[in-house]
């Protein structure tokens, strides 16, 4: 991106199918977005899902279930997107919401153990579908329970879209490292604006990710050189776990609609890789600077009215260059960007961290440092530091509890 403009346009599948009887005790779905994502039963009045704290007697819990179950009331397309084929009638477990074998969501109904089981998605046709899109498509709109879509390890090039009617889908890598599963593609700005250049883009309330890999492998180097996203995301709540973005400009965007908790990533660029004006925060990540004439690691775009936008949280700043990295931009004048306990290396441009983005000043954006390490983690005049006293109001958990008290660490 330039300093003058910026173009945003703003899979074993685990699904729960209203139309499936499973007894009278059967969960009451809950499938309206923006409501907490997680139910209490009356036998169970206090509870934790996904690190979100849940209270009250009045509904139920929204559970995971196995392909099959999802098999047993809809016909399986092949996985070539062709005929259907009939599913399995073997009985399928039901998955407790950590997603390991667990309590049925029925008493009537025993949960047998979890065998290793045919992926969801696996390129080599081994799976249920070959693309991680095909998986998507397939769980029901306005589900209200969590959808686990397993990814055997392999290269998926495609775009993947979760829509806003999708909520509570789960893409999980089965490899033994999040480098094992990699959904990429080079789409940039130039073909589709920034904000339609990603590989994946997530509207869906309650996202999760967990061992794997999004990237955008266009080179901004090429003739066309242009910004190119690996991960658009404008779903609220969502968890990236031992998730890896890779890009070059513009690698993660963070749309307004947005609260993310990005724990155990990594997230590469060479400028502005994560910016945007939703709320996310990056707990024990690394953030690298590929490009050895640096630049900056975020530009945000914080809203006047929101008092928070990104908290860089225990996490490490590194790169390819030694002094040239800035901690970021104001993409908007009211930019809000906390690094907190964090570790700098020398990648850092110390004297100068933070630096104007065309009209706006980074000395008129709310742009912090507190109590941060390493040889980049020096204190002078051009880096505002956290007090002591201010610090209980930047939390982890402040940043993210918006309304309904989301606290997902």
């Known amino acids: 991106m330039t300093g003058q403009t910026r173009g945003r346009s ?35 009045s206090a509870f934790t899902l996904d690190g979100t704290t849940c209270r009250g007697a009045a509904a139920s819990t929204p559970s995971e279930t196995s392909a099959t179950d999802l098999d047993a009331a809809t016909p399986l397309r092949s996985p070539t997107g062709g005929a259907s084929v009939s599913p399995s009638p073997s009985p399928s477990p039901i998955l407790s919401p950590s997603g390991t074998p667990g309590a049925s969501t029925s008493p009537s109904r025993p949960s047998p153990s979890r065998s290793a089981g045919t992926p969801t998605v696996a390129a080599d046709g081994t799976g249920r579908y070959r693309t991680v899109q095909a998986a998507v498509d397939a769980v029901p709109a306005g589900n209200s329970r969590r959808v686990v879509i397993t990814i055997k390890p392999g290269t998926y090039r495609e775009i993947v879209t979760v829509p806003a009617n999708k909520p509570h889908v789960t893409l999980q890598g089965l490899g033994a490292s999040r480098a094992k599963v990699l959904i990429v593609n080079n789409h940039y700005a130039g073909m ?23 990237s955008n492998d266009y080179d901004e180097n090429s003739a066309d050189g242009d910004q190119a996203l690996a991960l658009h995301l404008n779903a609220d709540r969502t968890v990236l776990d031992n998730v890896a973005l890779l890009g070059d400009q513009d690698t993660l965007l963070v749309n307004e609609a ?32 590929k490009r050895a004439v640096g630049g900056p690691i975020t530009a945000a775009s914080t809203p006047a009215t929101r008092a928070y936008g990104f908290l860089i949280y225990r996490s490490r700043i590194t790169g390819d260059n030694s002094g040239r990295t800035q901690l970021g931009r104001p993409w908007r004048a009211d930019a809000q960007v906390l690094y907190r306990e964090s570790n700098f290396t020398a990648t850092l441009a110390t004297g100068q961290p933070w630096i104007d983005m065309s009209s706006s000043s980074w000395q008129k954006a709310r742009f912090l440092e507190y109590r941060n390490t ?26 993210l509890a918006g309304s309904d008290g989301w606290n997902p660490l």
Do not use: W
């Open 192 to 214: 589709s604006g920034t904000s339609g250049s990603a590989t994946v883009f997530v509207y869906g309330h309650d996202f999760v990710a967990r061992n794997l890999t999004f």
């Open 374 to 399: 390493g040889p980049g983690a020096t204190v002078n005049g051009n880096r505002p530091q956290l007090s002591d006293a201010q610090a209980g109001n930047y939390t982890p958990q402040k940043y």
């Open 10 to 44: 703003a899979v074993l599948v685990t699904a729960a199918v209203a139309a499936v009887a499973l007894g009278a005790g059967m969960l009451t779905a809950v499938a309206a977005r923006g409501g907490t994502g997680c139910e209490a039963s009356a036998a169970r």
């Open 258 to 289: 947005a609260r993310a908790y990005i724990v155990n990533s990594y997230i590469e660029g060479t400028v502005d890789f994560i910016f945007g004006a939703g709320v996310a925060v990056f707990n024990d990540c690394t953030i690298h600077e």
